[in-house]
């Protein structure tokens, strides 16, 4: 079943983007990629910002991973996500402009609660039940809501150092933030599933 879900995935991401993984960084991702960090994160407040959340992103190239275009990459999705002006938990390629199955965590469930980058990354398996909690998301400054997700699921992504398929269990608010930044790989903001009636602004 967890094979099939992630091929189900894999040929919806590819068919959506109507192309085969790309086979080297495009000249925009890396003039982005190069951009003083932190980078600008997209919002939906602009038109054109919100066309490229809305689009699902092409897998990585697994020989891309081992670039320095790469390393950059995961440096300043790291800087960005930190920055005092986000102070965010979790964020994904689409909303610094690059449209690349890849996300940055802070993984709660683990010593020192470090920030990790996962490239080509899907949710595999769930297990249990969804419970709702709130969310807020940096690409929709001042708002939050609250969303059924579950606790605990599989992570499927591949390794930078073996670029081998590798699987992880992952429970508790780390499991929540990683199907949240990987809604965004599929153009899905928590606003598309936010629970009746919980969508607010965030006090001051």
């Avoid at 600008?40 to 689009?55: E, Q």
């Avoid at 965010?88 to 709660?108: C, D, K, N, S, T």
């Avoid at 930044?181 to 006090?203: A, N, P, S």
Wanted: net charge negative; aromatic share 6%.
């Amino acid at each position: 079943m967890k094979n099939y879900i992630r091929i189900l995935a894999l040929s919806s991401a590819l068919a959506v983007c109507a192309c085969t993984p790309k086979a080297d960084w495009s000249k925009a991702e890396k003039a982005t990629i190069s951009a003083e960090a932190p980078l600008r994160v997209l919002t939906i407040y602009d038109k054109s910002d919100s066309v490229v959340l809305r689009t699902p992103s092409a897998l990585i190239e697994p020989e891309l991973i081992q670039t320095e275009v790469y390393d950059d990459l995961k440096a300043k999705l790291l800087a960005t996500v930190t920055d005092p002006s986000q102070d965010g938990v979790g964020i994904a390629g689409p909303q610094v402009g690059i449209l690349r199955r890849v996300v940055a965590v802070q993984r709660f469930d683990k010593e020192g609660e470090p920030f990790e980058v996962y490239p080509n990354i899907f949710v595999t398996a769930t297990r249990g039940e969804t419970a709702p909690g709130p969310e807020g998301c940096l690409s929709i400054p001042g708002w939050r809501g609250d969303v059924l997700r579950y606790r605990d699921i599989d992570i499927e992504y591949t390794s930078p150092k073996t670029l081998k398929d590798t699987t992880e269990r992952v429970q508790g608010f780390s499991a929540v933030i990683f199907q949240h930044e990987c809604d965004h790989l599929d153009g899905v903001l928590y606003i598309d599933k936010v629970v009746e009636g919980t969508l607010h602004q965030r006090q001051q």
